[in-house]
């Protein structure tokens, strides 16, 4: 199985500033027709978790373009230009490239 | 505006079959470019993949949960369903029904998992 670390666990941000999560997976995330299907997702208290960004760096339909995702082969990264107080909340990545699919332990977002 | 939405009972006793289905509205399961699936968030923890389908292929389950697993559809209700048999304490989770767009650049693959039901908690106690 291909396995996911997410870094910081937990981020306060002041609103309005920027924050950055990373993500790393143990081993390339590059599929055999050359593509790299990395997405993030967000989840909100009390709601499913959210599509926002795919194939590392494709916002998802109705995503505001203050969220933006990067990265390559294994180390990728999800930011946020201006952080929101609708920003809050816990986000994942996660590897579609095989089966099993996997999720990154959650960073989580608040506001200081 | 595509809608999935999971029902079964919250509770369930400790060696029993954890059983959940997914009515989807507004997309069909036997449609083209999707697979279908089920993923569990026990609480406070972040999602496990459980398996996926896509309709007239076979299902891909999760190694850890395999051997107590089944999904399966039913086309004529638009709906697919789970089963988890002896399920124990650690079975506690929301378990979310989800749809995974599939794509197609020589290969087959999945490119993300786009819409997700609302998700219904599921207690393993006796």
């Known amino acids: 199985d291909i396995v996911m670390t997410q870094a910081p666990l937990s981020s306060p941000v002041t609103l309005g500033q920027p924050a950055s999560i990373s993500c790393r997976s143990s081993q390339s995330l590059v599929h055999s027709d050359g593509n790299t299907y990395l997405s993030w997702l967000q989840q909100r208290p009390g709601q499913p978790p959210r599509l926002l960004i795919y194939?590392?760096?494709n916002r998802f339909s109705g995503v505001p373009d203050r969220f933006s995702g990067s990265g390559a082969g294994t180390d990728f990264t999800l930011r946020i230009s201006r952080v929101e107080a609708e920003d809050v909340g816990v986000y994942y990545c996660?590897?579609?490239?095989?089966?099993?699919?996997?999720f990154g332990g959650g960073t989580k977002v608040e506001i200081k | 505006q595509l809608q999935l939405q999971e029902s079964g009972p919250g509770l369930v006793k400790p060696s029993e079959t954890l059983s959940l289905t997914c009515t989807v509205s507004?997309?069909?399961?036997?449609?083209?470019?999707?697979?279908w699936g089920w993923i569990r968030q026990p609480p406070g923890k972040g999602p496990e993949w459980i398996g996926s389908?896509?309709?007239?292929?076979?299902?891909s389950y999760n190694p850890s949960l395999k051997s107590r697993v089944t999904i399966s559809a039913d086309t004529s209700k638009n709906q697919f369903s789970l089963k988890l048999s002896s399920v124990t304490a650690a079975d506690t989770a929301v378990y979310y029904c989800?749809?995974?767009?599939?794509?197609?650049?020589?290969?087959?693959?999945?490119?993300?998992?786009?819409?997700w039901g609302q998700g219904t908690l599921v207690t393993v106690s006796s």
């Open positions: 989800a749809r995974h767009d599939r794509g197609y650049s020589g290969r087959y693959s999945v490119l993300s998992s786009d819409y």
């Open positions: 194939k590392i760096s």
């Open positions: 389908f896509y309709y007239g292929e076979s299902t």
């Open positions: 507004g997309g069909s399961i036997s449609g083209d470019s999707y697979y």
């Open positions: 996660m590897q579609t490239t095989q089966f099993p699919l996997t």
